[in-house]
């Protein structure tokens, strides 16, 4: 008998060292570049559950006790050894933080999302290191409250463990507060020992084709935030009328845009959507999303999980056009190919709402006068025309510079070595990078966790060695102080508050949660004077 990962995996692979048999693979990196789920072999499981325990998304099931959705991923787990036979490896270390070489440390992080949240929660195993978290925004966990979809309610349980990090009583939070704003890089340095940015890769990249500026393009990040309730969007109006939108770009992101926009209103109702998106999709017309690719079936940037996930969506019909491109021999390409080509073979239904699958088509031209009319694309067959009112851009990120930091403006992330940040190739003292800001877009929210590890090993490391530039004041970063400059600063208390007001408002309506989206909002829910 044997456990098994699921759709959910977030591969941060906690599961990885206290499986006793090191029967999971693939082993991450902290730069990402590894399979977007973890498989355990049947042959080698002891059937000892210890990874169920660890796993902070409830990804892990016994096989007997798979639910009905999730069954196919017996047979993948199996099927990934049988062209990657597990072999012996030698017994990883347990990770432990490095010896201080001193009494006390002081770090400022810079973000409150995943990879911060991993950095922190590593950064208070040292004793005597102090933690400072700031974020722009009054609430915490980044891309899990703003980039996961709705109906993934199962991944946001990850906030969990981010919780117990900022719980920690050598953690001192400071959410509303804008860094490079309210408090500039140089009075962080000035009050900390080291500081650690943890910002992201906030810019969608463009597609750099005419019409790209018309109202109806926008980039598919910009959606998800506005559906996930971001202060930043919360009050755009979208014109969902509409009955095609076409999605360029097939990542996961593009499948979880997809998903939404023809997803039953009254099954988003239970989810944590933002109240002004459940209205506006419930008023929509959409019938149609074309998910549009350039490259075969795959190549397709979408994870297994989610492309399976899409198959069960009810009343919705998986089309798939366009040229599939050979099948590979690898395991993960193969079995994208696999489950699109049976996507293919399915015969249509009489749902009245579909996800078009387009491979081999590459976007040319956004065509329209005053507004969005239709996208011209490149295919095999020669220039095409989808007629659509809304196209959503889904081809990547970028980090954006910041202040009194190196920025490698082709990357679009700030240059690093295992964290530690650059000038000319040269170290500078004391400042560090994790998560996306530092390795690029790539992983998905557990990857974080390894990534913000060498980070934190690398600080701890120059603590150690003696390093690290010497603060110029004594005293911490004080709320008080930020509230002289007409800051209002949203604490831990604070943010619990917003969360517990949210809970309690969607309990009313048997939701999660229903999210309070307005700023000014948000801090009065804290409890801030505004």
């Not at 990850?158 to 804008?178: D, G, H, I, K, Y």
């Not at 492309?307 to 994208?336: F, N, T, Y």
């Not at 249509?348 to 996800?355: C, N």
Request: proline fraction near 7%; charged fraction near 20%; aromatic fraction near 6%.
């Amino acid at each position: 008998m044997a456990f098994v990962i699921t759709q959910n995996c977030c591969t941060d692979a906690s599961c990885v060292p206290v499986c006793p048999v090191d029967c999971i693979r693939p082993v991450p990196s902290p730069a990402g570049e590894t399979a977007p789920m973890l498989y355990i072999d049947p042959r080698s499981c002891v059937d000892c559950g210890a990874c169920v325990e660890v796993c902070p998304v409830g990804a892990i099931y016994h096989e007997d006790e798979l639910p009905e959705s999730q069954t196919r991923f017996k047979a993948i787990n199996a099927e990934y050894f049988a062209t990657e036979p597990l072999t012996v490896r030698p017994s990883p270390a347990n990770w432990a933080p490095p010896a201080l070489g001193r009494d006390q440390l002081r770090v400022a992080v810079v973000g409150a999302g995943p990879a911060a949240c991993y950095a922190i929660s590593d950064l208070v195993r040292s004793p005597g290191v102090q933690v400072d978290v700031f974020d722009r925004l009054p609430t915490p966990f980044g891309l899990v409250r703003f980039g996961v979809a709705p109906d993934h309610q199962r991944t946001k349980d990850v906030s969990q463990v981010f919780e117990t990090a900022l719980s920690s009583p050598n953690v001192t939070c400071f959410f509303n507060v804008a860094i490079g704003g309210d408090l500039t890089h140089e009075e962080l340095m000035a009050s900390h020992d080291a500081v650690i940015y943890a910002v992201g890769a906030s810019q969608a990249r463009d597609l750099g084709i005419p019409g790209e500026d018309l109202p109806g393009s926008m980039a598919a990040s910009e959606f998800v935030s506005w559906y996930n309730g971001h202060p930043d969007h919360a009050e755009r109006q979208l014109e969902l009328d509409g009955p095609r939108v076409v999605v360029v770009g097939n990542g996961n992101v593009a499948l979880d845009v997809a998903r939404v926009l023809v997803s039953n209103p009254d099954q988003l109702a239970t989810t944590d959507i933002a109240e002004h998106a459940l209205i506006q999709l419930g008023r929509g017309d959409v019938r149609e999303v074309v998910v549009l690719g350039r490259r075969g079936a795959a190549d397709g940037a979408f994870s297994v999980g989610e492309l399976l996930a899409l198959g069960s969506l009810p009343g919705v019909d998986i089309v798939v056009e366009g040229e599939l491109g050979p099948r590979p021999d690898d395991h993960e390409r193969a079995l994208k190919f696999d489950i699109v080509t049976e996507y293919a073979q399915r015969p249509r239904t009489s749902a009245d709402k579909r996800i078009v699958l387009r491979f081999g088509s590459r976007p040319t031209k956004i065509v329209g006068s005053e507004r969005v009319e239709g996208l011209e694309v490149q295919d095999a067959t020669g220039t095409a025309l989808i007629e659509t009112a809304m196209v959503l851009r889904s081809v990547g990120y970028r980090g954006v510079p910041i202040d009194g930091l190196p920025f490698d403006d082709d990357a679009g992330v700030v240059p690093n070595a295992a964290g530690r940040v650059l000038r000319g190739g040269v170290p500078v003292p004391g400042v560090y990078v994790a998560g996306w800001i530092k390795r690029g877009p790539r992983g998905v929210i557990g990857t974080n966790r390894l990534c913000a590890r060498e980070t934190v090993t690398s600080l701890l490391a120059d603590a150690r060695a003696g390093t690290l530039p010497q603060p110029v004041s004594a005293d911490r970063v004080d709320a008080d102080v930020l509230a002289a400059r007409g800051v209002a600063v949203v604490d831990l208390a604070g943010w619990r508050h917003i969360d517990a007001a949210e809970r309690h408002q969607g309990a009313a309506v048997s939701r999660p949660r229903v999210k309070v989206v307005d700023r000014v909002a948000m801090l009065t829910a804290a409890g801030v004077t505004v």
